[in-house]
């Protein structure tokens, strides 16, 4: 679903103390950037933030960092972050404008994120070719353990049956071990769970909502892809 382009989001964001547009600038110092020390959670395709605002303002004691592609959703996401904070500063919660696919980029080891959540990602399931491009593919799960602290954690939610299969081979492949998982979110009891812009479209259609959480293991598995895992040949068959 593309967002039609909007012109405030831009003057917004120019005068929002917590966006960055350019964080490959806090790579490596993103602990520093917080006034508080806390842990520090990632979200990564975060779209307008309604989860992400309702789950900063809710616990001023965890630093978040909510990452987009989009400047423009960015903006959105700023309006719900001010609407959740109700006046509030906010100082547990930085926006980032930034590409996924060069996460390397943005994070370093000495950010020791402690969680990262992906909610609702696109499932590049018109090719297999594309399936590189998905953010829980194996060969981002493996950037991802550079920056991650062992036992850190993914929470991944998502609509898609196909999407939740695979990334649970990708898991697998990349030393994260599964702690917790449910085909049926809001049948399952899991407290508390801060609702998406998109799980809420979801669930309004009757689709029932996956989420699986998995931690990073110290070591890879044998055997495991190299940082640039994920040949074609790798994907034929991953969704049989
Ligand atoms: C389907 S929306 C889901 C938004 C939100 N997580 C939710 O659950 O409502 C996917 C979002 O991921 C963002 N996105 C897609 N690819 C990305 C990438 N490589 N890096 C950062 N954001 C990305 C898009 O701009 C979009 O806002």
């Not at 831009?10 to 842990?39: K, M, Q, S, T």
Request: glycine share 8%; aromatic share 10%; charged share 30%.
């Amino acid at each position: 679903m593309r967002m039609r382009r909007k012109k405030w989001t831009r003057a917004e964001l120019a005068v929002c103390p917590y966006y960055i547009d350019r964080p490959e600038g806090n790579r490596g110092r993103w602990r520093d950037a917080f006034e508080r020390e806390g842990p520090l959670y990632l979200e990564l395709g975060c779209g307008k933030g309604v989860s992400t605002a309702a789950m900063a303002a809710d616990n001023p004691g965890v630093n978040y960092l909510a990452m987009d592609l989009n400047a423009d959703v960015l903006g959105v996401a700023r309006r719900n972050v001010e609407a959740a904070f109700r006046g509030k500063q906010v100082n547990n919660l930085k926006l980032l404008r930034g590409n996924a696919e060069q996460i390397e980029y943005f994070f370093a080891p000495e950010d020791r994120v402690e969680r990262i959540y992906i909610n609702f990602c696109n499932p590049w399931a018109k090719r297999a070719k594309q399936h590189k491009r998905r953010l829980t593919h194996t060969r981002k799960l493996l950037k991802y353990r550079d920056f991650l602290v062992d036992d850190g954690e993914i929470w991944f939610k998502t609509d898609d049956d196909a999407l939740f299969n695979a990334t649970r081979r990708y898991l697998e492949e990349s030393g994260f071990a599964l702690r917790w998982l449910t085909w049926d979110l809001h049948g399952s009891g899991f407290t508390p769970n801060y609702v998406s812009e998109h799980e809420r479209l979801y669930m309004e259609a009757g689709v029932p909502i996956k989420l699986l959480i998995a931690a990073k293991e110290p070591g890879l598995p044998e055997g495991a892809p190299g940082e640039c895992a994920g040949s074609d040949g790798n994907e034929r068959n991953e969704e049989t």
